[in-house]
């Protein structure tokens, strides 16, 4: 070994890197003869260290390469920003980049390009734009970070400005802005620049471009738009792409359509965990409990391992379903037999679970249960619980507790807020209620407003709550009206609307618009989503059968095809568990 050449060492240890076996890449770099050991030796070594997810060893290489007195050049800063972007260690990147510029590397674009990606990491867009304007030369993936890093903070504005602005876009480019069209609520966007995308003389889209298009069509639930880009991909020859499946299964599912999900899963031939886990999550979020229990058990007959997301979708479904007895066997093996480590998710789940039941108690034993070893300031473990008091008007003094500490975890999230003012207005605590609001306002934050949309001939309809749409907004108006009269009624106890009105007759349906008649799927959406907490009410009331039973004769044979009823009230049995052919309507005004 001594007789090889510096090339010889790095080839061999390049080969031990590449091949992921770091433990003997390490043993041959301890072995290489000192002047052997050059920058590319150094480099390699960090770089296999931080592609096999061991980058806390890889800043402590780097130490030892100082130590050395051999100088990093810019592919050793490179990497060693990825690191610190991966241990999520700010300071450690910031100390970086001061070698950066003490070493004179900061004029390189490569450089410049991981600094622009690390400080959006960690939401310091300032530094990433003064980064980038500092840039005397720019590349492609220059702009790019910037755009991605504009879309992932939410600045959408800016990011479109930008790729406009672009003197150069890749498929990269496109896929960014697709993506964070995507991300930021933009679907049609989104779908917009997909289609100029296709008609580009130079760019094509990837298995990723079609992966953040099918992410817009799941956000929006557009089951038609999704259909179309599944046969763009097909054509494309992409749609047997193992990302570009699972993200099909996602859109099928989350847009209502299991059956086209399970399509795409059976004809997936080598399935990932992804593939397993979307699929099992597509049955949980859609209410079918056991169809979600099956694809588990396929998973372990077929040796994959269950991960976290995994026993998060096994949860989802039994907290969607109130099958308590079968979430907490999942998460107590979770733990004894699959040695995974709770997380928030996983807990928010279980409180979930118990919330629904009524057992407020044994949620807030739990909550107390895992303290120290999970993050329970999670704010959907708040929401968990909050929901519930709000709903069974359990101990206030309690639930005030929990808002409160939502409230301070995230005061400038919305949520904490409502939830809080809801539960005190259901109690009673009119003032306090107030005061929550006025707290709100103080802090410049505001409630954001329910938004929901229907596909009617072909064309997307978006309401918002409290918006005044002039596309049939008087018919709109009108089955609001009778909703709410009914909502009204002496059997809807427990709702916050507390006057009595009389059951709505038969005659009154005449006011439905006839031109809502051919909505498509499952995209008859809520003009209700007001209405979301209250049919939850009501779906703890078994008198409120016949309010659904109503609901669904009278409603739902109006609104829905006959091909999709079934999908619609498999949705509908998971969102209100109730008996589905009441449930029908319900659940559409809160999708």
């Known amino acids: 070994m001594r007789d090889r050449s510096a090339l010889s060492w790095c080839s061999l240890l390049h080969a031990y ?4 076996r770091m433990a003997l890449a390490r043993e041959l770099f301890d072995e290489m003869p000192a002047g052997s050991i050059s920058s590319v030796a150094w480099n390699t070594l960090l770089t ?24 990093c050049d810019d592919a050793t800063l490179c ?27 900061n004029a390189i674009p490569e450089v410049n390009n991981s600094l ?46 930008l790729f ?21 609520g933009c679907a049609d966007d989104a779908l917009a620049l997909f289609v100029k995308m296709l008609a580009h003389e130079h760019i094509c889209p990837d298995d990723f ?4 298009v099918l992410h817009a069509c799941a956000t929006a639930a557009s089951l038609a738009s999704g259909r179309m880009i599944h046969a763009c991909a097909f054509q494309s020859g992409f749609a047997s792409y193992l990302y570009v499946a699972n993200s099909l299964m996602d859109m099928y599912a989350k847009c209502g359509d299991v059956e086209g999900a399970g399509n795409v899963f059976q004809a997936v031939l080598q399935k990932d965990s992804v593939s397993w886990n979307t699929m099992l999550f597509g049955f949980a979020i859609n209410g079918w409990a056991k169809e979600a229990f099956a694809v588990y058990e396929r998973m372990l007959s077929h040796d994959v391992c269950p991960n976290e997301v995994t026993f998060t979708g096994l949860l ?20 004894s037999v699959h040695g995974l480590k709770p997380t928030p998710e ?7 679970m118990y919330a629904r039941s009524g057992n407020i108690a044994k949620a807030i034993e739990m909550l107390d249960q895992y303290s120290e070893s999970i993050h329970t300031h999670s704010s959907d473990m708040h929401e968990s619980l909050l929901s519930a008091y709000s709903s069974v008007h359990l101990d206030a003094r309690i639930g005030r507790k929990v808002g409160c500490s939502m409230v301070s975890t995230e005061p400038v999230r919305d949520t904490g807020y409502v939830m809080l003012s809801n539960l005190l207005c259901t109690t009673g605590q009119w003032k306090e209620a107030e005061g929550v609001r006025r707290a709100m306002t103080e802090h410049g934050v505001k409630k954001s407003p329910g938004c929901s949309w229907i596909h009617v001939k072909g064309a997307a309809k978006v309401f918002v709550s409290g918006g005044q749409e002039l596309y049939l907004s008087d018919g709109i108006c009108d089955i609001i009206q009778l909703l709410d009269g009914e909502m009204r009624n002496s059997m809807c106890s427990g709702v916050l609307l507390e006057t009595d009105s009389p059951g709505l007759g038969k005659k009154k349906l005449s006011v439905l618009p006839s031109s809502l008649t051919q909505v498509e799927g499952n995209s008859f959406v809520g003009a209700y989503t007001y209405y979301e907490r209250c049919c939850l009410v009501l779906a703890q009331n078994n008198s409120a059968k016949s309010l659904a039973s109503w609901a669904c004769q009278n409603i739902g044979s109006q609104f829905v095809r006959p091909r999709s009823a079934n999908t619609l009230a498999q949705k509908a049995f998971y969102r209100c568990s109730l008996v589905r052919e009441g449930v029908l309507v319900m659940t559409l005004t809160m999708t």
Not at 17 to 20: D, F, K, L
Not at 48 to 71: D, K
Not at 346 to 352: I, K, M, N, T
């Open 17 to 20: 890197v590449a091949s992921g």
């Open 116 to 161: 622009i990606s690390f400080y959006s990491k960690f939401s310091l867009l300032d530094h990433a734009v003064k980064i980038f304007e500092s840039m005397v030369s720019r590349t492609v993936v220059s702009w790019n970070s910037l755009i991605d890093a504009y879309t992932r903070l939410g600045h959408i504005e800016q990011a479109a400005a």
């Open 209 to 212: 471009t079609f992966g953040a």
């Open 316 to 335: 989802t479904a039994c907290s969607h379903s109130g099958l308590l007895e079968q979430g907490r066997t999942f998460f107590e093996s979770m733990v």
């Open 48 to 71: 296999g260290y931080s592609r096999s997810g061991n980058a806390e060893q890889c800043l402590l290489l780097f130490n030892e390469m100082r130590v050395s007195g051999l100088s």
């Open 164 to 184: 406009q602005s672009a003197p150069e876009t890749n498929a990269i480019s496109w896929t960014s802005m697709i993506g964070g069209f995507a991300r930021n």
């Open 346 to 352: 996983h807990l928010a789940c279980v409180l979930d």
């Open 79 to 105: 990497i060693l920003i990825d690191a610190c972007m991966e241990l999520r260690y700010p300071s450690t990147g910031v100390a970086v980049h001061k070698i950066v510029v003490q070493s004179g590397w």
